[in-house]
């Protein structure tokens, strides 16, 4: 019996690429008396190029930018800063997010994050996609001091939720820190299917929309077919 449902969040329940998409071009539009040099084409694009889909930290890639432009008038702290601070009013969900969030609650699941990253962005980026209501609990890898794929941050999610591991679903885009992870800590794992990457051999089923998530449960539920099946056609 499936009793909670957790989730992965740069790339299951927030867009990312979107959102960053969204909040590079703003940011120059925000601090055009100081770029307006850079045509903002390849300030975004830069950006986007050096964040390497978020596994390169800011402060990084705006010590970058602001030797690579030849920014004189602002610095990469304060640029850092502005990211710290804004992005969070950038943030774009996928679709049908808080429909399938509070479905699955109306329905009785405990749900939960696990992200790995920094606690206040990430904490903040919640806040920006306006669903921190929908969790009983949040793990964030800076704030626990332990990262997916670790066992023990699927554990301690479940532990937390008053659940155990087999009890619960694990949904992610990631095929080694979200499905091999959630699978090694005993959970079940849904893949979000991601363009970046080829396959999540792992998933006991794979989804392209969130909306999708319920009808997989309710499969797990009955487990009358296997996983692999999901996306089969009726015959
Ligand atoms: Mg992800």
Redesign the pocket.
């Known amino acids: 019996m499936i009793q909670a449902v957790l989730f ?5 329940l927030l867009d990312r690429d979107t959102s960053i998409q969204q909040f590079v071009a703003a940011q120059y539009e925000r601090l055009i008396t100081h770029l307006n040099h850079i045509p903002q084409s390849d300030y975004v694009s830069r950006f986007i190029e050096l964040d390497c889909r978020g596994h390169v930290w800011k402060d990084k890639v705006y010590q970058k930018i602001v030797t690579e432009f030849e920014i004189r008038r602002l610095s990469w702290q304060a640029l850092l800063q502005d990211y710290e601070t804004q992005f969070q009013d950038y943030c774009v969900p996928f679709p049908s997010l808080v429909e399938v969030l509070s479905g699955l609650k109306q329905q009785g699941y405990s749900l939960g994050i696990v992200s790995n990253g920094l606690g206040t962005f990430q904490t903040r980026a919640i806040k920006g996609l306006g669903i921190q209501d929908y969790f009983e609990v949040i793990l964030i890898s800076e704030i626990e001091q332990m990262r997916k794929p670790q066992a023990e941050i699927f554990h301690r999610a479940a532990k937390r939720l008053g659940v155990t591991a087999k009890n619960s679903v694990f949904i ?3 095929p080694e ?2 499905i091999m992870g959630a699978k090694n800590a005993e959970m079940k794992a849904i893949w979000k299917r991601s363009s970046y990457w080829q396959e999540a051999k792992e998933a006991d089923a794979i989804i392209d929309e969130l909306s999708e998530i319920p009808s997989i449960l309710e499969q797990f539920e009955s487990n009358c077919q296997p996983a692999n099946d999901a996306h089969a056609p009726d015959r």
């Open positions: 992965d969040l740069d790339g299951t992610g885009d990631h820190a979200d």
